[in-house]
Structure formats: structure tokens, C-alpha cells
């Protein structure tokens, strides 16, 4: 008898349960109440918000195609054209990479003598590294004619021949025993000329 009663008593909750979620859904489905006759019929005043709506996204855009007017245009791939412009970028830091790294072995080399020949080594490859940089530096110089940092790039093409110049001069320093011994004077100045080479580097790059 008792079985008989709890088992009741569940049947009784779940058609309580199933009938509440019925009543739930049926709210958010219709709304309060039951559906009028009137319910499929807008309203003259929702008509016209509508209509008023539908004529502000079109207004909209217009506007952006008129401010936009390669919107719609395909995008183009230019492989040179990238290139020239992104190369420079990153290119240059392998000079420089390898110049400071030059540098820092030649210090080392006043007490491990048989560093001499890395150092050389080094400097050649900065050397060499400097010419593609120069040239490929050139190359994305027009894409700032006209425009406020203009005269940024003369500065940097400048400082950039400098440095170059005086890598191939301390190459020859390290290559030259006579003149081995002011090396690494050189090399100070390179290392010199490279940070204030970078820095207005860094201004074109994140202008």
C-alpha cells in the first residue's frame, strides 16, 4: 500500500513538472493570454519604424561604399611589391645581429687569443650583410616620399651607409695585422652607429 502511495506521489510531481514546463514554453512562445485575432497584423506605427529602420541601414551603407570605394574590389597578391616593402625589415638584423655578436667575441679574444678568427669571421659576414641591407633599404625608400617621415629616411640612409662603411673597415682592421691592434676600436664605433641606426630604423618601422 505504501509502494502504491510513492509511486502516486511521483506520477503526481512529473505531470506537475510536464505541466509547468508546457506553461513555460507556451509563455515565451505566444506571449501573455492566448492569440487574438489581430496578433498576424502590424501595427501602422510599427510599419512605419520598420520601414524608417530599413531606410537608415540603406542610407548606412551608402555611406560606407562611398568612403570605401575598394571595398568590394579583389584583393591582388604583388609579390615584388611586398617584398620590396617588407625585405628591409627583416633583413637588417642579421648585420646587426652579427655585428654586436662580432663585438662581443673580439672582448672575449683579449683573453682567448684563439677567438681571433671567429671575430674575423664575424665582422665579414655583418660586412656583407649591410650591402643586401643598404640596397633592399633603397629599394622601400619611396613608399615614405611625401609623407612626415621623409626626412627620417634620409637621416637613417645615411647612418646606414656609415655603418656599413665602417664594418668593412674594421673587417680590414681584423684582417691587417698592423692595424689589428685598433680593431676593436672600430668595432665600438660600429657597435655605436648600429644602435643609433636602429633607433631611427624603429621610428620608420612603428610609425
Not at 672575449?108 to 643598404?134: D, H, K, N, P, W
Not at 655603418?163 to 668593412?168: C, F, H, N
Not at 664605433?189 to 644602435?195: A, E, G, P
Amino acid at each position: 500500500m505504501a509502494m502504491h502511495t510513492r509511486s502516486g506521489f511521483i506520477v503526481a510531481n512529473m505531470v506537475l513538472c510536464v505541466g509547468l514546463l508546457v506553461g513555460v514554453t507556451d509563455a515565451f512562445g505566444h506571449g501573455k493570454g492566448a492569440h487574438k485575432k489581430t496578433a498576424g497584423k502590424v501595427a501602422p506605427s510599427d510599419s512605419s519604424a520598420v520601414a524608417k529602420m530599413h531606410a537608415d541601414s540603406l542610407a548606412i551603407a551608402e555611406t560606407d561604399t562611398e568612403h570605401h570605394p575598394d571595398k568590394d574590389q579583389p584583393f591582388v597578391l604583388e609579390p615584388w611589391e611586398a617584398l620590396r616593402e617588407h625585405l628591409h625589415n627583416k633583413l637588417v638584423h642579421f648585420p646587426v645581429g652579427f655585428a654586436l655578436a662580432a663585438f662581443v667575441v673580439s672582448l672575449v679574444s683579449l683573453r682567448r687569443t684563439e677567438l681571433q678568427s671567429a671575430v674575423r669571421v664575424l665582422v665579414f659576414i655583418a660586412a656583407t650583410g649591410s650591402l643586401f641591407a643598404y640596397f633592399t633599404g633603397v629599394a622601400q625608400a619611396p613608399t615614405f616620399a611625401g609623407s612626415p617621415q621623409e626626412r627620417v629616411v634620409d637621416v637613417h640612409r645615411w647612418l646606414g651607409i656609415s655603418t656599413a662603411v665602417t664594418l668593412w673597415v674594421w673587417a680590414a682592421f681584423e684582417s691587417l695585422r698592423p692595424l689589428r691592434r685598433f680593431a676593436l676600436l672600430v668595432g665600438c664605433v660600429v657597435v655605436l652607429l648600429v644602435l643609433i641606426t636602429g633607433f631611427f630604423g624603429g621610428i620608420l618601422a612603428h610609425a
